[in-house]
Nanobody, 115 residues
Framework: QVQLVESGGGLVQAGGSLRLSCAASGTIFSQYDMGWYRQAPGKQRELVARITRGGSTNYADSVKGRFTISRDNAKNTVYLQMNSLKPEDTAVYYC?????????WGQGTQVTVSS
């Protein structure tokens, strides 16, 4: 059974940084496209960043230049480095693993950015 477990969320002041981690188990991690999504209260879940199994990345316009997604296949882990955080980045951040036609989600980790 595939499991994705996020960590690294917390409370940070605007302008600060956090690094989220998502550890995968129960699967061959290197074959998955991985992504980070977020959902703020009252809003739909949205894509933040994605990294393919080949290492290609793409980002939401709102985080370009501030966030970096990376993966370490030896550790079965995907990361999201978040710099220059803004209050509007406040949300629950979810890790997603995808190998079509299957999609898996983590339980989410809260990120709160105070002004």
């Amino acid at each position: 059974q595939v499991q994705l477990v996020e960590s690294g969320g917390g409370l940070v002041q605007a302008g600060g940084s956090l690094r989220l981690s998502c550890a995968a188990s129960g699967t061959i991690f290197s074959q998955y496209d991985m992504g980070w999504y977020r959902q703020a209260p009252g809003k739909q879940r949205e894509l933040v960043a994605r990294i393919t199994r080949g290492g290609s990345t793409n980002y939401a316009d709102s985080v370009k230049g501030r966030f970096t997604i990376s993966r370490d296949n030896a550790k079965n882990t995907v990361y999201l480095q978040m710099n220059s955080l803004k209050p509007e980045d406040t949300a629950v951040y979810y890790c997603q693993g995808r190998i079509l036609p299957y999609t898996y989600w983590g339980q989410g980790t809260q990120v709160t950015v105070s002004s």
